[in-house]
């Protein structure tokens, strides 16, 4: 039997400088520091990060409401990976946040970038934006759940079936797969 996720717990982000950027997120989302930085040496930090003979690892966690943020800066330093989301294995973490117009100005007051400007998605506010390092991150004001009703709202047919039949916006939704028509 398998155990199923809760939910996100954190993300992991690489950074050039672990005190800019935990400021960064406490300043920007209102993140708190939840652990002091801890520095990783030897064979760990060698092997499961692939930083290689020498390589040490500072990491810390900046705390939200739900999940985290782990922090974590390698020596000798790396260059800021700055790819394209589209060449991104993880392409961007998603906040959920009171209020994207003010988050995305709080974003820029701290340090960050918006990409593009605040978009109206399915009648609902969401933007893109960066930490100091590039790291792009998503801001909405809505809930998975609520997000799902929207990709519905935006792409008619999308949502599957849930246990009741019943999508996240009330609605009836498609079936998951043919098994369930």
Sequence with gaps: MTTPARGGHHVAVRVADL???????????????????????????EKIYGGGPGCTVRLCHVGFAHGAVELFELSPPRPPFTAPQADAGIMHAAFQVDSVHQTADAVVDAGGAVVGEVIDWGGKPFAYCTDPDGNVLELAEVSCEETYGLVEKVFPGSLIATDNDQGATGAAAVPANEEDS
């Design 19 to 45: 005190e800019r950027s935990v400021a960064f997120y406490v300043a920007a989302f209102g993140g708190r520091q939840r652990t002091r930085p801890v520095t990783l040496t030897g064979a760990f930090p």
